[in-house]
């Protein structure tokens, strides 16, 4: 099975890759963390978690549903993890969350995708997001090959500091800066619920006809970039710059 976390859809284009090259069934976690039933899964052999990065470690969508779901002691664990630049310290939160769960790691691996940080960084236009969508294709294949062929896919050391160090900064900004108070909704606002049904966390409302933003958000960019006519703002950076439509929608044009 190939288990995916996905805002804006590029971990759900890469799962979907991977499962077709291996031959296996893709399961979006959020179909059991929506509805709070703890899945506790049979089957043996392997597992691929795909994820993005956010701020340099596996989405914590993802980690907390490994650590919440049940799964057969011994299963081979995959991760791959999406990003703009870097997926950090995943190999040693993976290997570490193996080890608790009882999973043989066989390794991480990062595939670089168009940025998605909108209230961050600076998004790509579509036709230099198709370059980084091309290349990463041919990651994709190499790695499934990998794990087809039942070998690891990387098992890089991550140094005592630079864990402790990214894991402190992880906390920090989860707890202080993934909050919703600066998402608004302009006049632009066509009513249409697109927000509502894309937010992975349940976490959007439409009151009064403008979407409401509950406490519950992951910052994984999907409502402000898939509004069908832009209408959403983060504080005063992202005026102006390009929405991430995702993979699918970039390959289209
Ligand atoms: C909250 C947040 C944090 C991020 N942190 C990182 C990061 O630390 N390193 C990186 O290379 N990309 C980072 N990114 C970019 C995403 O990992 C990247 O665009 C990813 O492919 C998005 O996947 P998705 O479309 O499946 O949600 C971050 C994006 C978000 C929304
Ligand atoms: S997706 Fe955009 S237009 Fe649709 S309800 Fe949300 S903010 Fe309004
Ligand atoms: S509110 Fe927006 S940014 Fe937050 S989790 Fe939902 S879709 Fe993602």
């Given at each position: 099975m190939v288990f995916y976390f996905s805002g804006t859809g590029n971990s759900r284009f890469v799962a979907r890759n991977i499962a077709r090259a291996i031959g296996q069934e893709t399961a979006d976690i959020t179909s059991y963390t929506k509805n709070m039933e703890r899945p506790s899964f049979t089957e043996t052999g392997i597992y691929v978690f795909v994820c993005p990065s956010y701020m340099s470690a596996p989405a914590r969508a993802m980690t907390d549903f490994i650590e919440w779901a049940g799964f057969p002691s011994g299963i081979r664990a995959y991760f791959i993890v999406t990003c703009a630049a870097s997926m950090g310290i995943t190999p040693r939160v993976a290997s570490e969350l193996c080890e608790k769960k009882g999973m043989e790691y066989m390794g991480a691996a990062q595939i670089e995708m168009p940025q998605n940080y909108i209230a961050l960084f600076t998004t790509k236009q579509v036709e230099e997001n198709i370059d980084i969508i091309e290349k990463a294709a041919t990651e994709i294949e190499r790695i499934s090959g990998l794990i087809k062929d039942g070998k690891t896919i990387g098992t890089k050391k991550i140094g005592a500091v630079e864990y402790s160090v990214t894991k402190w900064v992880r906390d920090v900004y989860y707890k202080d800066f993934m909050k919703t108070t600066k998402f608004k909704a302009t006049d632009k606002c066509i009513a249409c619920g697109k927000c509502v049904s894309v937010c992975p966390l349940s976490n959007i409302t439409l009151k009064d006809k403008k979407p409401s933003w509950g406490k519950k958000c992951t910052h994984c960019m999907a409502c402000i970039n898939q509004c069908p006519v832009d209408a959403i703002e983060y504080g005063?950076?992202?005026?102006?710059k390009p929405r991430y439509k995702g993979p699918d929608s970039a390959l289209k044009q």
């Open positions: 005063k950076g992202t005026a102006g």
